[in-house]
């Protein structure tokens, strides 16, 4: 992506003799279409560049204004020059378009209606936009044997017009492996060389990139409904700390799919299939719908009186409240007000704490960059992180950072970026250095200049080794050529990105890099750091750190301490995963009354006395605060069933029952209302939505639907022929088909506009094709303030002890992850890796079935496992890492490895057998669940909170 | 004068005109067969539903009286989970028929649609759905779409060639 607004180079194109500027700096179609002109096209893609397989967006050139005949050229392929003159409207280039679209509908099939991608496909689009209405073809049409291609990506090949766009995007940009072109002619097939899952984390953005309905989303056909139909909020990902920005699209009260929704800085064009494909978790079945430890006067009709009647004993008693990185910043800044900084947790282990605290600082002195600022990176080094499970998305620019070497030596040669399959031609395999220090293998390794495959402790050492080397100078011959040539490298590379996490659990790695990073950035200016934190919120969090913030173990030990005058917890949708064994049943024990808020069954609500369900992330109105610190909102998506409503409702509540006194122990009915709320408690308070109030109300609150939703009244007349009022919302969000025009929305809820029903759509809002969009609200981000303590690292040593290095797969961590029975089909078997030596030493055999026993550094707790062992040829020495389903994310300190019996194996592949069995059947029970729900629809007059209808 | 005296005059003598009305309902008049009236969802020549649930008939009606949810079932037919019209609204304009692209969507020339209950007009897929095949006695959308549903692979429907061998080496 080329740099936005700093006055591009634009020169004057006559288009059918209107002047327009347009930029130089990308192709002849991107310009037209930044102009908002319709022009067709189908194989270019804004992020891909061009490569002129689809002939589709042909213009007429012309010499000067006294050439009348002019010649064709293809858009995409030709370089904006000043003073051209073109053509969209005359009738040689118009019948050309015409004839190649009627030339692709040979053979697309007349499936539109049972087509996932009817009412949203560009195909579809460009036929109507070219004027293509009658099929003259009468012959017979091509098909093709379809391809499973595992539980997210539908195949249907009949509809593919050969544009190449899959295979670009798979291969070329997001560096998938699994998945090809075969076949000439006429009887080209995009897929997999066999049946099977696709490998790739983002595969799911076959489906937007792909112009037709040969990919489609299979969860979201299951349970299908159009495009038009689709009530859409703006949303934020709640997966991990990326924040990347989604549409979610709901249909007769459930969620059904999610989409990518642009945001130049950060997704651009494309999600992970976390994001996309995760969305089912609202919909699972251990949803908490009803409150525990609660007796409503009416049954099914929970009031406000209720809630403060169940409540009132507890008033001025002592709560702890303990907050999560899931939660929104919203709630778990109200949670600490009430209970007070004392007594309140982030819900970090001790361990956690002292990353979050060195993170603070770390963002309050750097600031780290988007991953639109990731892609122009030309050195990029990645320490103990797999940030292809972690935060894939950021991945994935990465991999277009490596490009830049390519992108380089073609413009040297005075090939613009643009030209996609000049510059790879031009670029060989030439890739910028991507160095990764790190214990297990990742997949960023095939474009990885140098793996360095060590134990945790030696990147410390390394990274200490670095750190004086740049402070002194000297000393290089105590370096491998690997490390020499890395530090090398990243002095001379002019934008340097230095990519580390807290996924290593090591403090002493966390402040290395820091240290480095800090060091080196003092010699490199333009040296770029993004640390990455494991949740959703885990930024917005640390805006909340401060001397007093008790960890997960100290308020264990005050719930535990009869002398402390505790009485409960208050726990905001945190299901307290870093516990182990005893210390939940410590918990267990206690008499102490523990308030849950959560949205799903976890091993916290079993234990709570009062449960209050808690919204999802679709049913919600708040904001995230992503990996950079910045703020970004999500809206609900529809009403939620009461009593499921928002956490920071079910405080308010709270408050007015436990701490009546308390300055926000108020009635609040929606966001904005807390918000003022908040900021006349604490002028630090960052979202001042009063400021903002003004415009929010020049502005006409946004329809959810577009303008072409149906079945209003029809959708609810099983319950009622008389139809109900639609609910009125709470934010500037409508849940109906009237509102404001979309062009004004600084957060769209979905993309359409006339002629453009797919998400290509976007370029009609944006300033320029794949700029910045033309109504983006400024990006917010929290100012963090100093704190005072430091906290000590309780076991300084853990990393000498820890011997395994877990491998965990996007599709397995978090509480969310595991609602998705889609996400437990994934995993394959437990494998764990050696290298050569290690093997021979423990005298085991290569691709055998092992038994594994894992013992955990801090409690001794151990752990029986069945894996496959795998040699991994680049590993020396005793590493070992593996990829275990259902294993606690711990340091493990002691591993002892022995040959597994037949019965052993047995019994495990039973298991693995089981799990795959309960996760097919929990698919089907959920959908079926869905299918009934979907006749009843509940009908709420205001989405506010109990009481409010 | 004049003018009161020939109203009587017009007045009288059409007492001995024949009535256009009818004795509704003992005698009924004609309706064509492609009158405008209650909508039926009608079945292909093999009894199998037509409807596919493609929403077409849903975004074309003008008074949003229609709707519906899809699902896909074991034989790999689409169809609709629920059906629903509300003729309390409709207007029997018959834009749903024309947006049909299965044929599966028909009116029919019964206008007797009068309830004393409006809650009565609400016609679930059970009520709509008829045995036969309505003006189209041909017609199967599976065999002229190129999905492969249970009973007819690819290749085996109208104008379809045999699927491709991508392994083949032929040009």
Known sequence: MSDDNNTPNTVTVYIDDQPYQVSTDDNLLAGVLSQKLNLPYFCWHPSMGSVGACRQCAVTQYQDENDQRGRLVMACTTPVTDG????????????????????????????????????????????????????EYKGDKRTFVNQNLGEFVGHEMNRCITCYRCVRYYKDYAGGTDFGVYGTSNKVCFGRQEEGQLESEFSGNL?????????????????????????????????????????????????????????????????????????????????????????????????????????????????????????????????QQLVGKKQFSLGYSHNEMVFAEQHQQFLKHHKAPSLAEIEQSDFV????ED???????????????????????????????????????????????????????????????????????????????????????????????????????????????????????????????????????????????CLLPPEANSIGQLALMDENSLSIEQVLYKVMDTEDEIDGLIL?????????????????????????LDHSDNQITALADIIFPAAPITESDGHL?????????????????????????????????????????????????????????????????????????????????????????AKMANISVHEAKVSQSTDNYRFSMEGGDLNHATEMPFTWSPGWNSNQSIHQFQRKVAGQLTHQANAQFIDFTDIKRVIEPRTPLSEHQQCFYPQIPWHRSGLQSSLNPEFALLHQVNKVFMSSTEIAKRQLMENHWVSLELTAACTGEKRQYIAQLLLDEKLTGDLIYGDIDQLPDRIYSEVSVSIASAQQVESYQNRCQQLRQKANQDKALILEKLKVQDAYIPIRLVSGGLDNA | ?????????????????????????????????????????????????????????????????IALQQTIDDDGRKRAEFFRINFSR????????????????????????????????????????????????????????????????KGEGVQEKPPIDVKGLMP
């Open chain 1, 207 to 335: 489906i937007e990139v792909c112009p037709t309905g040969v990919f489609t989303n299979k969860l979201f056909s299951a349970h299908y409904t159009r495009k038009w139909d689709l009530q859409s909020a703006p949303s934020i990902c709640s997966f991990c700390s990326v924040g990347c920005n989604t549409s979610v699209g709901e249909r007769y009260g459930s969620v059904r799919r999610v989409m990518n929704r642009y945001n130049y800085d950060i997704n651009g064009y494309f999600l992970c299939d976390k994001g996309r494909f995760g969305i089912g978790f609202v919909n699972g079945l251990t949803r908490i719908r009803k409150t525990k430890g609660i007796s409503p006067q009416f049954p099914n009709k929970l009031s406000r009186l209720d809630v403060s009647k169940a409540l009132v004993h507890f008033k001025g008693k002592h709560f702890i409240g303990v907050g999560s990185a899931r939660a929104s910043f919203e709630a778990n800044y109200y949670l």
């Open chain 1, 572 to 596: 905001l949708e945190n299901d307290f995963a870093v516990l182990n064994d005893a210390q939940l049943n410590c918990l267990k024990e206690t008499d102490k009354t523990i308030i849950c």
């Open chain 2, 1 to 65: 004068m004049f003018s009161q005296l020939r109203t009587m005059w017009l007045v009288l003598k059409h007492t001995f005109t024949k009535a256009d009305t009818v004795e509704y309902p003992e005698q009924k008049p004609y309706l064509a067969p492609r009158y405008r009236g209650r909508i039926v969802l009608t079945r292909e020549p093999n009894g199998e539903e037509r409807c596919v649930a493609c929403n077409l008939c849903a975004v074309a009606c003008p008074v949003d009286c």
């Open chain 1, 381 to 384: 080094l990645i320490i103990d």
């Open chain 1, 625 to 713: 605060v992503n990996y950079q610190g910045q703020i970004q909102a999500f809206y609900q998506v529809h009403p939620s069933v009461l009593p499921v409503q928002e956490s920071w409702r079910w405080l308010s509540l709270i408050a007015k029952a436990i701490y009546p006194k308390h300055a926000l122990a108020q009635e609040v009915d929606s966001l904005a209302e807390l918000h003022q709320l908040f900021f006349q408690q604490d002028a630090n308070w960052p979202l001042n939505t009063a400021a903002n109030a003004n415009d929010a109300k020049a502005i006409k609150a946004i329809a959810r639907e577009p303008h072409r939703a149906s079945g209003r009244t």
């Open chain 1, 387 to 529: 940030i292809t499970q972690i935060a894939p998305r950021i991945a994935l620019s990465v991999r277009q950072a490596l490009r830049n070497a390519s992108i380089e030596q073609a413009e040297k040669l005075g090939v613009p970026s643009w030209q996609d399959s000049a510059v790879r031609t031009i670029g060989g395999n030439t890739l910028s250095p991507l160095y990764l220090l790190q214990s297990k293998a990742t997949k960023l390794d095939d474009v990885a200049e140098a793996v360095i495959l060590q134990k945790t402790q030696d990147t410390i050492e390394l990274l200490h080794l670095f750190t004086t080397l740049l402070q002194n100078n000297h000393e290089l011959s105590k370096l491998s050529d690997d490390n020499v040539s890395l530090l090398n490298k990243l002095l001379a590379a002019k934008k340097p990105l230095i990519v580390g996490g807290w996924s290593h659990q090591s403090s002493a790695l966390f402040s290395a890099t820091i240290e480095f990073i800090a060091v080196l950035s003092k010699a490199k200016h333009t040296l770029r750091a």
């Open chain 2, 90 to 153: 409709c207007i029997l304009c018959g834009f749903c028929e024309e947006a049909c692209p299965t044929y599966a969507i028909q009116l029919t020339p019964d206008v007797e649609l009068a309830e004393y209950d409006r809650q009565n007009l609400v016609y679930e897929k059970e009520h709509l759905l008829i045995k036969g095949v309505g003006k189209y006695p041909d017609y199967s959308f599976y065999q002229q779409s190129g999905i492969k549903i249970k009973d007819k692979d």
């Open chain 1, 84 to 135: 051209m003159r073109i053509s969209l409207k005359d009738s040689q280039s118009e019948t050309f378009r015409e004839q190649v679209i009627s030339a692709m509908m040979t053979n697309h099939p007349h499936d539109c209606p049972v087509c996932a991608e009817g009412g949203e496909c560009h195909l579809q689009d460009m036929t109507v936009m070219t004027g293509h209405s009658t099929r």
